[in-house]
């Protein structure tokens, strides 16, 4: 082990490591299939970095974003190690390029996404390479019981296939025992050892607050902020308006969401790092691997669907151990909302049943057909022409992406934008090349009037329409004035494609799934339950709250949460007393401890105790060896 407090010292220039980091690259090292099961900022990264440094040979890493492999890249080239990334949007040529360099340049890290791994020429690349390592960040993504199932990471298995004798690291925050225990069989690993750290945050301070004007509470809680903060909302729209608001009260803010540029997101993420922006206002895109350690509030002013993802959010103030805030600020009406969100506008299997049904007569697909065939989906267009209901036809779909019956890419409703970068006069003699470029080029000129000055949203359909052309030829046409630097865009083709990956059977074809689609119902319903169970109980620490439901039963009160730092009211003797008969009548049932008969009670645990001492006091109760109360 004296090599790897080198290697972090060395590189990182830490003098020591984070609990567990130690035993779990020591596991590694041992060829080990390892488990991390960190909070965030627990630092998963050098779990998989510092073995792999210690090893001959190249470390693959899987991982889901884009943003998060540019950041650990970055610090990894900073310190002097070779490291790069496969990311989407590179050309074939590019491709190449950096897969000889992976093989050939003594590289020690290749990130790359999922989707990447299905081409074959990246797995013949990998085949030949000397891996020392396989790195699963953000593991849960392979689990559809997770909030953030990603069903490329199947593809994952690949590598097993390829490299059978390459320990597997899978490394995540989502504590769910059942989310952990379908990653670890998805993942096909083998016997892993897992590594648990506590999830108790000891610095942060969870709030819970019925508040009917949120934005005047989050105006007091960031007013006087030093450092960063986050602010949830459920819609892009919202990130705008609130946003907005915060800034004409004096509250720098940023906007970010799933659907802006990712040049965007990177110039906002870089101007909140850096705290130049003080707040970020974003829906739940802004997240996974967010690493900025000055976080001292992170609010929700919607409540979120799952205590998983709550937990994760919320997790991302005090990264650097100082004290920092989670506040959760909701209305009746919130509560009322979440459950329309996302329980009663649940899919049924005949709700799947007839939206898989009509997806197939909308595509015209023959009964028996369609495996493998893909299609351009406007969703939007979809449900108008069969009068749906947009909420739950969305749900119904990804229900159907999710248990493998289609795949959906892209999300919906995005926009393309096209700007033109050279002068009009060279954009004519260009087009004069050829004829398709011309005519297309020409109507886009005819059609956009501002092209040339700022990135502006093009209508595929309707150049498609005046130009007839197929929405191919037009995209490869644009592709190519891309690639030659005649404009510069963002493809975003109107909605989605979508796949069907079993051939129609209707009816069974549904059936086959329809347990599954209970089950999952079944989960998110108690997901969104969990999480308001947790809104209502402000009678138990906040803290021990969450880290029970991720099966932690030996945390102690936090002291610093909403719950701990409510002063009990003082109780007229007659609540007392009413108090009082409650707590024997709950002991003439059981032995119970303090804690226990608290969390039965709607009293404030103070009282409880209180009321517990005086039952004492008159011998009504005694307590025994396991510290737990009976009647006398
Ligand atoms: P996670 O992936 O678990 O959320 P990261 O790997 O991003 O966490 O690490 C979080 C932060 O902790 C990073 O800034 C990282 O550099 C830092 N860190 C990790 N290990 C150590 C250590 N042994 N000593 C000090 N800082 C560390
Ligand atoms: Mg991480």
């Given at each position: 082990m004296t090599n790897v407090q080198n290697i972090l010292t060395k590189y990182w220039g830490y003098t020591s490591f984070k609990p567990m980091q130690e035993e779990i690259i020591a596991s590694v090292l041992d060829g080990k299939d390892t488990v991390a099961l960190l909070p965030t900022g627990g630092g998963k990264s050098l779990c998989f970095q510092v073995p792999a440094l210690a090893m001959e040979g190249i470390c693959i890493v899987i991982s889901p974003l884009v943003a998060l492999m540019g950041d650990q890249i970055n610090t990894l080239k900073e310190r002097g190690i070779k490291a790069l990334k496969l990311t989407g949007g590179i050309s074939f040529d590019e491709l190449n390029t950096l897969l000889d360099n992976a093989l050939y340049g003594n590289y020690k890290f290749l990130y790359l996404s999922p989707e990447r791994l299905q081409q074959e020429i990246v797995q013949n690349y990998i085949k030949q390479m000397n891996v020392n390592l396989i790195a699963v960040d953000e593991a849960h993504c392979i689990s559809q019981w997770g909030n953030d199932f990603r069903p490329a990471y199947k593809n994952i298995t690949l590598l097993r296939d390829i490299h059978p004798l390459v320990p597997i690291i899978a490394l995540t925050a989502t504590a769910t025992p059942e989310v952990l225990e379908d990653t670890i069989s998805e993942l096909r690993m083998e016997l892993p050892t897992v590594f648990k750290n506590s999830f108790v945050r000891e610095n942060l301070s969870y709030q819970v607050f019925k508040e009917d004007d949120k934005l005047y509470r989050t105006e007091q809680l960031l007013k006087n902020n030093s450092g960063s903060a986050i602010v949830y909302v459920r819609n892009r729209k919202s990130t705008i308006e609130i946003s907005d608001q915060l800034n004409s009260l004096g509250i720098s803010a940023t906007f970010y969401h799933g659907g802006i540029s990712t040049k965007e997101k990177a110039q906002k993420l870089e101007s909140w790092r850096n705290e130049r922006v003080s707040t970020m206002v974003a829906t739940n895109a802004f997240g996974m691997g967010i690493d900025h350690p000055n976080v001292r509030f992170v609010i929700h002013l919607q409540i979120p669907e799952s205590l998983e993802s709550y937990f994760q959010e919320a997790g991302r103030a005090g990264r650097d151990g100082e004290y920092a805030s989670a506040v959760l600020l909701y209305n009746e009406y919130d509560k009322m909302?979440?459950?329309?969100?996302?329980?009663?506008?649940?899919?049924?299997?005949?709700?799947?049943?007839?939206?898989?049904?009509?997806?197939?007569?909308?595509?015209?697909?023959?009964?028996?057909?369609?495996?493998?065939?893909?299609?351009?989906?406007?969703?939007?267009?979809?449900?108008?022409?069969?009068?749906?209901?947009?909420?739950?036809?969305?749900?119904?779909?990804?229900?159907?992406?999710?248990?493998?019956?289609?795949?959906?890419?892209?999300?919906?409703?995005?926009?393309?934008?096209?700007?033109?970068?050279?002068?009009?006069?060279?954009?004519?003699?260009?087009?004069?090349?050829?004829?398709?470029?011309?005519?297309?080029?020409?109507?886009?000129?005819?059609?956009?009037?501002?092209?040339?000055?700022?990135?502006?949203?093009?209508?595929?359909?309707?150049?498609?329409?005046?130009?007839?052309?197929?929405?191919?030829?037009?995209?490869?046409?644009?592709?190519?004035?891309?690639?030659?630097?005649?404009?510069?865009?963002?493809?975003?083709?109107?909605?989605?494609?979508?796949?069907?990956?079993?051939?129609?059977?209707?009816?069974?074809?549904?059936?086959?799934?329809?347990?599954?689609?209970?089950?999952?119902?079944?989960?998110?319903?108690?997901?969104?339950?969990?999480?308001?169970?947790?809104?209502?109980?402000?009678?138990?620490?906040?803290?021990?709250?969450?880290?029970?439901?991720?099966?932690?039963?030996?945390?102690?009160?936090?002291?610093?949460?909403?719950?701990?730092?409510?002063?009990?009211?003082?109780?007229?003797?007659?609540?007392?007393?009413?108090?009082?008969?409650?707590?024997?009548?709950?002991?003439?049932?059981?032995?119970?401890?303090?804690?226990?008969?608290?969390?039965?009670?709607?009293?404030?645990?103070?009282?409880?105790?209180?009321?517990?001492?005086?039952?004492?006091?008159?011998?009504?109760?005694?307590?025994?060896?396991?510290?737990?109360?009976?009647?006398?």
């Open positions: 909302n979440v459950k329309q969100q996302f329980v009663e506008s649940l899919p049924t299997t005949s709700d799947l049943k007839k939206i898989y049904r009509t997806l197939n007569n909308y595509f015209q697909i023959p009964y028996g057909e369609g495996e493998f065939t893909k299609h351009n989906f406007s969703f939007s267009e979809f449900c108008k022409t069969y009068s749906l209901n947009t909420l739950l036809a969305y749900n119904a779909l990804n229900s159907l992406d999710r248990l493998g019956i289609i795949q959906l890419s892209q999300e919906f409703g995005r926009k393309s934008t096209v700007q033109f970068l050279i002068s009009s006069e060279q954009v004519l003699s260009y087009f004069e090349k050829d004829i398709t470029v011309s005519v297309i080029g020409k109507t886009i000129l005819r059609i956009y009037g501002g092209i040339f000055e700022m990135p502006t949203a093009i209508n595929l359909d309707l150049i498609a329409s005046k130009t007839g052309q197929s929405i191919e030829t037009i995209i490869s046409v644009l592709k190519k004035l891309e690639h030659d630097h005649v404009v510069e865009m963002m493809l975003q083709i109107t909605d989605a494609t979508l796949t069907f990956l079993v051939p129609r059977e209707d009816e069974k074809t549904i059936n086959v799934i329809s347990r599954d689609v209970e089950a999952l119902n079944r989960k998110k319903t108690a997901q969104v339950n969990s999480v308001l169970h947790y809104i209502e109980n402000n009678k138990t620490c906040r803290s021990l709250q969450l880290v029970s439901y991720f099966g932690e039963t030996t945390a102690s009160k936090c002291g610093i949460c909403s719950v701990c730092k409510t002063p009990s009211s003082n109780l007229s003797s007659k609540e007392m007393k009413h108090l009082a008969k409650q707590i024997l009548a709950l002991l003439e049932g059981d032995d119970l401890s303090s804690r226990e008969i608290s969390e039965k009670l709607t009293f404030a645990e103070t009282n409880v105790l209180k009321a517990i001492h005086l039952l004492m006091d008159a011998e009504k109760i005694k307590i025994n060896p396991k510290n737990q109360y009976y009647l006398n």
